[in-house]
T-cell receptor, first 115, second 115 residues
């Protein structure tokens, strides 16, 4: 069975500081990996995804994530936090060709950005 | 193109009443998913339609929940009778492909409160 663990339900950084949101997964098959973001009072928006190919994936708003198979990790980073990055972030996994592609989500990490 | 639309955005009902949530996917997307986030917990899969057929309904909590997708277009999720533990945010998502290599497009969600 697949599962996702996000380390830290709340992360606080200063504006301009590095953002690092951790995600570890377990999967018996090579997974597809996703990061979604939810801004207040909005729906989930896809930040980036890893399916195949290059393991360093760049997404929107300056975020990127690296798929590390040996560590079963897919951590999300951004070199310099902006106030507008304050939101909740979700890591998710789905298996290739499995059960129609349903997503298994982590618990979510709330990112706060201090001035 | 229009995104995934969910209606209503908020609903407050009394225990024992019936509520129907609606989702309009992106035109042409055969795959439609329902997810739910109960307060403080992770987002969980409910079910998956391919066109008008239920592909996977393994996440449906119990038989008080009924999902339909008329003609393979919009979908409804009915809760009857509603219980307190049904409170949460219900998300709908759609995708063009079965393998989810594209990532879903999510709606803004319906916040259901059962009192």
């Amino acid at each position: 069975a697949q599962s996702v663990t996000q380390l830290g339900s709340h992360v606080s950084v200063s504006e301009g500081a590095l953002v690092l949101l951790r995600c570890n997964y377990s999967s018996s098959v090579p997974p597809y990996l996703f990061w979604y973001v939810q801004y207040p009072n909005q729906g989930l928006q896809l930040l980036l995804k890893y399916t195949t190919g290059a393991t360093l994936v760049k997404g929107i708003n300056g975020f990127e994530a690296e798929f590390k198979k040996s560590e079963t990790s897919f951590h999300l980073t951004k070199p310099s936090a902006h106030m507008s990055d304050a939101a909740e972030y979700f890591c998710a996994v789905s298996g290739v060709n499995n059960q129609g592609g349903k997503l298994i989500f982590g618990q979510g990490t709330e990112l706060s950005v201090k001035p | 193109e229009a995104g995934v639309t969910q209606f209503p955005s908020h609903s407050v009902i009394e225990k024992g009443q019936t509520v129907t949530l609606r989702c309009d996917p992106i035109s042409g997307h055969d795959n439609l998913y329902w997810y739910r986030r109960v307060m403080g917990k992770e987002i969980k899969f409910l079910l998956h339609f391919v066109k008008e057929s239920k592909q996977d309904e393994s996440g449906m909590p119990n038989n008080r929940f009924l999902a339909e997708r008329t003609g393979g277009t919009y979908s409804t999720l009915k809760v009857q009778p509603a219980e307190l533990e049904d409170s949460g945010v219900y998300f709908c998502a759609s995708s063009p492909g079965r393998e989810n290599r594209y990532g879903y497009t999510f709606g803004s969600g319906t916040r259901l409160t059962v009192v």
